[in-house]
């Protein structure tokens, strides 16, 4: 940096803690303002008004009408003390993703220029610009769930409800607009395989947006609830207040005993039919004895299921045995196989594919365990026996978007033999 950058950098930073300051001392009057709206002129000396007018803390709207704080002062104390009905959060998405644009830009032609600290100052600057981007929308949510606790948890009736809840569903759809805007595969494509910018612009950036819209669908499922809810508590209590209202009207009414009426109403006919007590006659002798003789069954039954179970778990023990032998004589064979093509390949002059030999061999294993062991009995070879042979993949990526590669064959290269 030159010394007139470095002199700049001092000025910002030296103005920048003097208005910090100004707005610490001056903290209760500004405070002041923030709950009524206007500055108390009589309760501050004109040197502190000049010097908050200068750091564009305050405002006069015109001459003669009193001073206001200025909209990033206010909304910097809302959102400091949460203050949902005067905060306004809006996600600028299109300025954010153009602004990442022209920052990706600058960093680029400073990596062609070799101006490695502007490139590291631009990167950084990305990096701020992508986390306000989330930033934004993670304060939008977080407003969301605080009036969910707030005014639309505490609306008293239900237009009041209704009305809540169309505001928060326009703001999800303004949230879920601005996150459709959000091409990833723009993103990709402004990454071009720099390991950092990929780190910001796919990975980071598609990660929180995804764990955004479940947010989002989370409160939409959350205020479905919350209107069910209260639509049930209204329908309570309007029945409440009806009969109350009916009582208020006829005071001269008795209800009467419903234990002695002949038709009970639905309504209060809700109690389920009692069980009469239950408990076994001890005095009939044939019963016991009856209980006694389905007993001595069971338990001979469960005498033989144990011994077949005995009997078939031994069973069960010799398959395995027999299964792991077949096993390992299939494992055998398999790199009995595997050798011999290597040795087809050493003394071969051309290149031997792995799959190939499969074929014209007629061997009975599947294509990728046959592949696995190849390059796994590939890796127990010497150095100098893998120099003689080098080992070529053919890859194939799964997709764009990752690094993953399938190996679809395996070419073993004959060794150079001295003419």
């Not at 009589?42 to 001073?67: C, D, K, T």
């Not at 796919?202 to 639509?231: G, P, W, Y």
């Not at 595997?338 to 009975?364: C, G, K, M, T």
Request: hydrophobic share 40%; charged share 25%.
């Amino acid at each position: 940096m030159t010394d007139e950058q470095l002199n700049v950098s001092d000025q910002r930073l030296e103005q920048g803690e003097k208005r910090l300051n100004l707005i610490g001392r001056h903290a209760g009057i500004l405070m002041q303002a923030y709950q009524t709206g206007e500055l108390d002129a009589l309760s501050v000396n004109e040197g502190i008004l000049r010097n908050l007018l200068n750091a564009r803390i305050i405002y006069q709207p015109e001459h003669g009408q009193g001073y206001r704080l200025r909209a990033p002062i206010a909304q910097l104390i809302a959102n400091l003390v949460v203050d949902e009905r005067r905060r306004s959060i809006q996600a600028d998405v299109a300025d954010k993703l153009d602004s990442i644009r022209n920052q990706v830009d600058v960093f680029r032609k400073a990596h062609q220029r070799s101006d490695m600290y502007l490139a590291e100052l631009k990167l950084h600057i990305i990096e701020e610009r992508v986390y306000d981007l989330v930033s934004e929308f993670d304060e939008a949510i977080h407003s969301l769930w605080n009036r969910l606790n707030t005014d639309f948890g505490f609306a008293a009736s239900l237009d009041e409800k209704m009305a809540e809840n169309q505001r928060a569903q326009n703001q999800i759809e303004r949230l879920l607009d601005g996150l459709s805007m959000v091409d990833y595969e723009e993103c990709i494509a402004l990454a071009d395989g720099h390991v950092k910018l990929r780190q910001l612009l796919v990975v980071q950036l598609q990660r929180r947006t995804s764990l955004q819209r479940a947010s989002m669908l989370e409160i939409q499922h959350r205020m479905i609830e919350l209107m069910s809810r209260f639509r049930e508590q209204q329908s309570r209590s309007l029945l409440v207040n009806n009969m109350a209202q009916f009582l208020r009207q006829h005071p001269e009414l008795k209800v009467s005993d419903y234990t002695e009426s002949s038709e009970v109403p639905e309504l209060f006919n809700q109690a389920c039919g009692i069980r009469a007590g239950a408990h076994a006659d001890v005095r009939i002798e044939s019963t016991q004895q009856q209980t006694l003789d389905v007993l001595h069954e069971a338990l001979h039954k469960t005498r033989h299921l144990r011994t077949e179970q005995t009997s078939s778990s031994e069973s069960a023990k010799a398959m395995a045995q027999f299964s792991d032998a077949v096993l390992e004589t299939e494992q055998r064979q398999l790199k009995q196989d595997v050798d011999e093509f290597f040795i087809d390949a050493a003394q071969s002059q051309y290149p031997h594919s792995a799959l190939d030999y499969l074929v014209n061999n007629e061997l009975r294993w599947q294509p990728e365990i046959w592949l696995f062991q190849v390059l796994s009995e590939y890796q127990t070879l010497t150095k100098s026996v893998q120099v003689e042979l080098p080992l070529q993949r053919r890859e194939r990526a799964v997709s764009k978007t990752n690094e993953v590669h399938i190996i679809e064959d395996l070419i073993v290269q004959p060794p150079k033999r001295v003419a």
